[in-house]
């Protein structure tokens, strides 16, 4: 079994930074994509970003500039630091995770419990 935990959420300012971070753990020989999605109230998940195993890296447009996505894959850990913070980013954040593939080559996808991210003056 694989379990995302993450931690950093909370109530910061316009213009302020917050840094999320995801550790995965449990019975993992390697892991393939980790993203972050976000859900606001009364929209769809969406994904903020996402990094490789090999680095490479994507972002929402809404967020290029501000945020980076990055990992530590001896620690299983994915990280989102985000900057200039604006209200509309006010979301519960997931951390999601590609690892393996199940008896029918289907990628198996694990999700974090959410941490809050409020962005308000």
């Avoid at 980790?34 to 109230?41: F, I, S, V």
């Avoid at 393996?100 to 991210?117: A, M």
Wanted: proline share 3%.
């Amino acid at each position: 079994q694989v379990q995302l935990v993450e931690s950093g959420g909370g109530l910061v300012q316009p213009g302020g930074s917050l840094r999320l971070s995801c550790a995965a753990s449990g019975s993992i020989f390697s892991i393939n994509d980790m993203n972050w999605y976000r859900q606001a109230p009364g929209k769809q998940r969406e994904l903020v970003a996402g990094i490789t195993s090999g680095g490479n890296t994507n972002y929402v447009d809404s967020v290029k500039g501000r945020s980076t996505i990055s990992r530590d894959n001896a620690k299983n850990t994915v990280y989102l630091q985000m900057d200039s913070l604006k209200p509309e980013d006010t979301a519960v954040y997931y951390c999601n995770a590609v690892i393996g593939f199940d008896r029918w080559g289907i990628p198996n996808n694990y999700w974090g419990q959410g941490t809050q991210v409020t962005v308000s003056s």
